[in-house]
C-alpha cells in the first residue's frame, strides 16, 4: 500500500521534531536504514528534504500509519 502524505512539495516542516532520520525509522521498524530508503525511493513511504541539506527525514505520524499498513 502506498502512503503519500501531503509534506509541503518535500520540505521540511515548520514542527521538525516530529521527524525522523532513516535510522531511527530503521530502529522502530526492525530493519535497516537502506530498508527506509527503498520505501521512500519507491514512492511506498513520504519523506522530506531538510533545508540546505541532501538528509531526508520521514514524519512519525505518516512513519506509524505506513508500518500499521504493512500489518493489514
Do not use: Y
Not at 12 to 30: D, M, S, V, Y
Request: aromatic share 6%; charged share 25%; net charge positive.
Amino acid at each position: 500500500m502506498t502512503l503519500n502524505a501531503n509534506l509541503d512539495q518535500g520540505r521540511a516542516p515548520e514542527n521538525a521534531r516530529h521527524l525522523l532520520t532513516f535510522t531511527e525509522a530503521g530502529k522502530i521498524a526492525g530493519v535497516s536504514r537502506m530498508t527506509i530508503a527503498k520505501w521512500v525511493d519507491s514512492g511506498e513511504l513520504a519523506s522530506c528534504r531538510m533545508p540546505k541539506s541532501k538528509h531526508r527525514r520521514v514524519q512519525r505520524g505518516v512513519f506509524m500509519a505506513f508500518l500499521d499498513s504493512l500489518s493489514e
